[in-house]
């Protein structure tokens, strides 16, 4: 059995008078790819922003595995959670669109290192020499997306399917052990969702890291994912392997309104 790398106990959080996320508990273990699937309004992003640290949680707790143990991390800012292994990408596309696709993968390489900016000002000679090793390895990286072919191209010409790799690929430029993806298929044509697929798949191979995934293209979801958690209502309705849950009753009634 593989260690577990994220857990969650009885997490909750609370809007006012309004329950978004009630008492779930999931885990994901190491080199997993967990999807997590529910209806509209079932709670997936809010649960997404309390693992990320968008959201304090009102209850229960988070814990990822660091130092050899599982930590509590329910304080823990989303940059301080950056700093121990976790990268997101968004619904909403988040690039610097004024720069280059090879400056928007270092500006995420870089984040990570607090003596960066101190050598950025007094231009040490360790700063030339990092530099250049940097711009290598995002070279290196676009290059197992295909994409040193617009590396200097600014991120705002790219198409909308290259924008959503080129985010993913930001977010691998942290060097992660887990990688959140939220809705990546969103907006895309047939022909992207499929390259999509491709490209989680190789990147769970190439890079073997827990990958949790929402996403309401269930071809896509079932393509990758090794198990699933499904929401509604902000609960823990049904969890199990892509077929599993594809016949679960409760699954189908909260889908399609019906017993299937």
């Not at 992660?176 to 769970?204: C, S, Y």
């Amino acid at each position: 059995m593989t260690r577990t790398i994220l857990k969650t106990r009885d997490l909750s959080v609370r809007f006012g008078g309004v329950t978004a996320v009630d008492q779930v508990s999931i885990e994901a273990r190491e080199n997993e790819l967990v999807g997590l699937i529910g209806p509209n309004g079932a709670g997936k992003t809010t649960l997404f922003n309390l693992l990320t640290g968008v959201y304090k949680p009102t209850n229960g707790e988070v814990s990822i595995f660091s130092n050899d143990k599982l930590i509590n991390i329910n304080q823990l800012s989303p940059y301080k959670r950056s700093q121990l292994g976790i990268a997101r990408t968004f619904q909403n596309i988040r690039l610097f669109k004024s720069r280059t696709v090879l400056e928007n993968v270092l500006i995420a390489m870089t984040a990570k290192n607090k003596s960066y900016s101190l050598q950025a000002i007094l231009r040490t000679p360790s700063f030339y020499k990092n530099e250049e090793k940097r711009q290598q390895q995002a070279m290196a990286l676009l290059d197992i997306f295909g994409m040193t072919n617009v590396a200097d191209e600014l991120a705002d010409n790219l198409s909308y399917g290259q924008q959503r790799r080129l985010e993913i690929v930001r977010a691998l430029a942290t060097k992660p052990a887990i990688l959140f993806l939220d809705e990546p298929a969103a907006g895309m044509n047939p022909q992207e969702t499929k390259e999509l697929t491709d490209l989680i798949k190789q990147i769970q191979v190439q890079f073997k890291m827990t990958i949790i995934l929402i996403e309401h293209d269930m071809n896509l979801v079932m393509a990758v994912s090794e198990r699933l958690y499904v929401l509604e209502y902000g609960k823990v309705l049904a969890t199990g392997t892509p077929i599993e849950i594809q016949n679960n009753p409760a699954v189908i009634k909260a889908y399609l309104g019906e017993e299937g």
